[in-house]
């Protein structure tokens, strides 16, 4: 029996979508419709495929990757001890130290170094990490899937809201042709002003643009500025927000502003795609067919679905950079009841401690919270913590706990690029501390606005 390449009612974007994806990345295509039929699966199907998933990768880690054998022998665990998804609380957790202070070890020597994407985060905590994940998972065909539960188009026209790091003509072009015929427009969140939320507006209005994804504040501030001056923003069926908490007051400031439904995504530098809202907003569907997400009491052991913990995230996939039970330091839980929506996944709440504030400047532009992760990203083995706090005079104290010493050319080189973003308008100090100060839940918040 032929194939039929279009089984639902595709529209000629779509098709030209699809095609092109068909023929020049088969793999990101395939993995497209592997996802869909996951869908189709019962939970228990599901709860068994991330088993035997999960089986695999703890065996394979610990006779090829160096950390995992070592951390597993000294910790008295052994793969084979995994005989009922109970023993998965025998396998001993990992932290963003652990992962930092044995990047070397973690790296898959069998590996085709080159195919790699490097990611670096602050996390939660303000602790610097980097990563490596694995380019053919094609991790971006996870946006094809939830797109699909929102009941849109796989390509649709997108604005974005992050920090842009595409920077050359080529690059620029690059990613034009990979994503053809989706327009897809920009707004740097590293820096922005009321004349580039302008010039965004009316980009999007012009490209008849269906989804707006961003950092959730930065995002809110765009609708802010909407809704302060207007503007009347037709077309958009979709806000999807992620990189922070989406609160009730922030999800109706962006249904007012856009008239267009607003998403929760879930994921970390780390790990990308953890759990994602459906159309029904019952909770966060974990992707347990990809990824493993365990909620741990004090002693490190799984809780009751309902229980309140920290999150510790399995990536599944990535066998190049691998990541298992890593405690990232967020707080959620599992709920007892299943999605009406009748999807397999186990729902998340929403997640606890994700919390960056925007960095006002005096024009009236900002700077995403998101972004100071960013300036941190080429010392992850210099800098142990970092938080910055903004002071109602709009000054910006950025406090470092550093683990090396003679860090005079990093502090020069971090306030060069603060005082470029801010146009040398806001007072900066950087300041070397002992230690962080935590929140009354015990972490760190690494923005803090006063105003």
């Given at each position: 029996m032929k194939k039929n390449l279009f089984p639902y009612e595709y529209n000629s974007n779509e098709k030209i979508f699809i095609l092109k994806n068909f023929l020049f990345r088969n793999l990101a295509y395939k993995k497209f419709k592997f996802l869909e039929n996951n869908d189709k699966l019962t939970p228990t199907e599901i709860n068994s495929f991330n088993w035997e998933k999960r089986k695999k990768l703890v065996h394979y880690v610990f006779e090829n990757i160096a950390f995992y054998k070592e951390w597993y022998n000294k910790h008295g665990f052994h793969p084979d001890q995994l005989k009922a998804q109970n023993d998965w609380d025998l396998v001993p957790i990992i932290t963003k130290e652990d992962i930092r202070d044995n990047y070397n070890k973690i790296l898959n020597?069998?590996?085709?170094?080159?195919?790699?994407?490097?990611s670096s985060t602050g996390g939660t905590s303000g602790t610097p990490l980097k990563v490596l994940h694995d380019k053919n998972n094609y991790n971006d065909v996870n946006g094809w899937r939830v797109m699909k539960w929102w009941n849109l188009s796989i390509s649709p026209n997108?604005?974005?809201v992050f920090r842009l790091t595409r920077s050359s003509k080529i690059s620029i072009l690059l990613n034009k042709l990979i994503w053809f015929p989706t327009k897809r427009v920009f707004l740097d969140a590293s820096s922005v002003t009321n004349e580039k939320i302008e010039k965004f507006i009316s980009q999007i209005i012009e490209n008849k643009t269906l989804v707006l994804q961003g950092y959730t504040g930065a995002l809110n501030e765009v609708a802010n500025y909407v809704l302060k001056n207007r503007i009347k923003v037709e077309g958009i069926q979709a806000v999807w927000c992620t990189s922070s908490p989406l609160t009730k007051k922030i999800r109706n400031n962006l249904?007012?502003?856009?008239d267009a439904e607003v998403y929760d995504q879930y994921g970390s530098g780390e790990v990308y795609w953890i759990a994602t809202e459906c159309d029904h907003h019952e909770g966060l569907h974990v992707h347990s067919d990809i990824r493993h997400v365990d909620i741990l009491d004090d002693e490190d052991s799984n809780v009751k679905n309902g229980t309140l913990g920290d999150l510790?995230?399995?990536d599944l996939d990535n066998y190049l950079f691998p990541i298992i039970k890593y405690k990232n330091g967020d707080l959620s839980l599992i709920k007892k009841e299943n999605c009406s929506c009748g999807k397999p996944y186990p729902l998340?709440?929403?997640i606890y401690g994700r919390t960056t504030d925007l960095v006002k400047?005096?024009?009236g532009g900002f700077i995403a919270g998101d972004y100071f992760t960013t300036i941190f990203d080429d010392y992850?083995?210099?800098?142990?913590a970092f938080q910055v706090h903004q002071k109602r005079d709009f000054s910006i104290d950025i406090n470092i706990k550093f683990k090396t010493e003679n860090n005079t050319e990093m502090i020069e080189s971090i306030k060069a690029i603060i005082n470029k973003k801010t146009l040398n308008k806001v007072p900066l100090r950087v300041n070397v501390v002992d230690a962080i100060e935590n929140?009354?839940?015990g972490k760190n918040r690494f923005v803090i606005s006063d105003i």
């Open positions: 020597p069998n590996f085709d170094q080159k195919r790699h994407i490097v997108i604005g974005f249904k007012k502003a856009f510790a995230i399995t998340l709440e929403k400047l005096p024009n992850p083995d210099q800098i142990n929140n009354h839940a």
